[in-house]
């Protein structure tokens, strides 16, 4: 992506050109503004000072202080500004925060660097998605707070740090995108929304395991957060649906808790056989049923192994990433409390495409909740 912005199709292209979404989309750029872009080419020239004089683009400057080069800067998700001041998150409609931990991990740990790599590999990323039509950079503002300080040598307090983390981003107004860490985070981070709330929290779950057992190896881990989540009271258990469950990485202990509390469960073949579409609208049904708003948990390991080798329990059989991504679409045309991705571990990844597949979750969930006139959230 470089710096030409071309705002209408040739005039001789015409609507024969393109398919009904591509004829959309091209549309679309037309109507989308381009004064953010203006304005961070701007302060990229006063504070990197303007760029050689053999340079003929007088819009780069000498140091990179924005979107380009893509391989440039420091990582941050996006190449969104850093917050070193978390007490000002409120100013901005998004608040990315990394949840550095995988000391609930019961197998291949390496999500503690979870949050890193998917910052990495989201410098890749513009913020203009061309099937959506929505270029975020135009649409809401972005701060990554950096990380949470966990504890790798206590879970509790880890718990603890992450929910006061979650709490405070989820109170200012700011929208949070958690980076995963491992998915015991699910718990802390659902306890720090859900105390913030008067009325009922939903939470939609994509993985292939079901975490809902009490205890694993003795502790509350990465296999438990939805056994303590909806002992939380209002998250009740017949508001979590979980989507993509399947496989032989399933433990029994897990699935006697969802029977006996009524949660609800779609496998890989329920939601493929029923549609995408269908899936989508039962998931919401279930989430929304009386509640006041909806959590998005997402496990990378819900995708074919073939797409997620990094990550600690992968297993085949799993969705395709096209059908995963409708998935989300579909999901994110209704409101969400905020949004997680877990179980990303780099240590495990093959060029970085596990690490991808979760920033592409994140920019698709935001993408479709502007779209859709969710975010920035309404003042009132």
């Not at 718990?187 to 292939?208: C, E, K, S, W």
Request: hydrophobic share 35%; glycine share 10%.
């Amino acid at each position: 992506m470089g710096f030409n912005h071309h705002h209408h199709p040739h005039q001789h292209a015409t609507h024969d050109n393109y398919g009904p979404e591509a004829r959309y989309a091209v549309e679309r750029e037309a109507e989308l503004p381009t004064t953010k872009w203006e304005e961070e080419i701007a302060r990229g020239l006063e504070y990197g000072l303007p760029g050689a004089d053999s340079i003929v683009d007088r819009r780069i400057p000498t140091f990179s202080r924005g979107e380009l080069p893509h391989f440039a800067g420091i990582n941050t998700f996006l190449k969104a500004p850093y917050l070193e001041d978390v007490r000002r998150c409120g100013e901005y409609d998004v608040a990315v925060l990394g949840a550095p931990f995988d000391g609930g991990t019961t197998y291949r740990s390496g999500t503690r660097f979870g949050p890193q790599g998917i910052r990495k590999i989201s410098a890749l990323y513009g913020p203009y998605s061309f099937e959506l039509g929505v270029d975020l950079r135009e649409s809401i503002t972005i701060a990554d707070l950096g990380d949470i300080f966990t504890i790798p040598a206590n879970i509790e307090k880890t718990f603890d740090q992450i929910s006061k983390a979650v709490a405070h981003v989820y109170e200012s107004g700011a929208f949070p995108v958690v980076l995963g860490g491992d998915h015991s985070i699910g718990y802390p981070t659902v306890r720090g929304v859900a105390q913030h709330m008067t009325g009922n929290l939903g939470i939609i779950h994509f993985d292939r395991h079901v975490d809902t057992q009490e205890t694993d190896l003795d502790e509350r881990m990465h296999t438990t957060p939805w056994f303590h989540a909806t002992d939380i009271p209002n998250v009740p258990p017949k508001n979590l649906v979980q989507i993509g469950i399947g496989g032989w990485q399933a433990p029994r202990p897990g699935v006697k808790v969802g029977r006996e509390r009524g949660t609800t469960i779609m496998t890989v073949t329920d939601c493929v056989e029923m549609g995408i579409e269908a899936a989508a609208e039962r998931a919401l049904e279930v989430a929304w049923d009386g509640a006041d708003a909806v959590w998005l948990s997402f496990d990378v390991d819900c995708l074919d192994a073939a797409f997620v080798p990094g990550t600690g329990w992968p297993e085949p059989g799993g969705f395709l990433p096209r059908e995963v991504l409708k998935f989300i679409q579909l999901i994110a045309e209704r409101p969400l409390a905020g949004i997680e991705v877990v179980e990303c571990s780099p240590p495990y990844d093959n060029a970085e495409i596990t690490s991808l597949i979760a920033t592409r979750v994140i920019c698709d969930t935001l993408g479709c909740l502007v779209r859709a006139g969710h975010l920035p959230r309404r003042t009132s």
